[in-house]
């Protein structure tokens, strides 16, 4: 997208993912991915995941509130391109509510997010898997 100066965002009730579309080309991965000035996302309830360096390199989002509906923050479990690193980069992502359907956490998902205090309301128990680097530099 590289919309730098997009600020806030504000999903439609029918949306059910988001995620690159279906060109693994680097220059099409992420929906938000290099926003630097959106610091405002409101996800619907029925949105199942969140992938593709969906929200990489926002780096003025500070709060996320994940949908209990998203399964899964990849679209699968091993590192490659364009399963990871959904909110890579956040360096001022600091809290993190919601996602008690989260059962996957992909490769890098957190990785970057420097200032991350508080993940709360995804239930760890029912993780079936969290993927390398996942929470590196957090």
Avoid: W
């Avoid at 690159?20 to 995941?49: I, K, Q, T, W, Y």
Wanted: with cysteine; hydrophobic share 35%.
């Amino acid at each position: 997208m590289n919309a730098t100066n997009l600020t806030s965002f504000i999903a439609p009730p029918n949306l059910t993912s988001l995620s690159h579309p279906g060109n693994l080309d680097p220059a099409f991965l992420g929906a938000f991915r290099g926003c630097s000035s959106l610091s405002n996302v409101v996800l619907n309830e029925g949105l199942e995941m969140i992938t593709n360096q969906c929200f990489s390199g926002c780096t003025s989002l500070t709060t996320i509130d994940i949908p209990s509906t998203v399964t899964k923050l990849a679209s699968n479990t091993s590192f490659t391109e364009g399963s990871y690193s959904v909110f890579y980069g956040c360096s001022a992502l600091q809290t993190v509510t919601g996602g008690e359907g989260i059962i996957v956490l992909g490769p890098s998902a957190f990785n970057g997010c420097s200032n991350l205090r508080s993940i709360s309301d995804i239930d760890f128990s029912q993780i079936t898997h969290i993927g390398e680097l996942c929470f590196k530099e957090c």
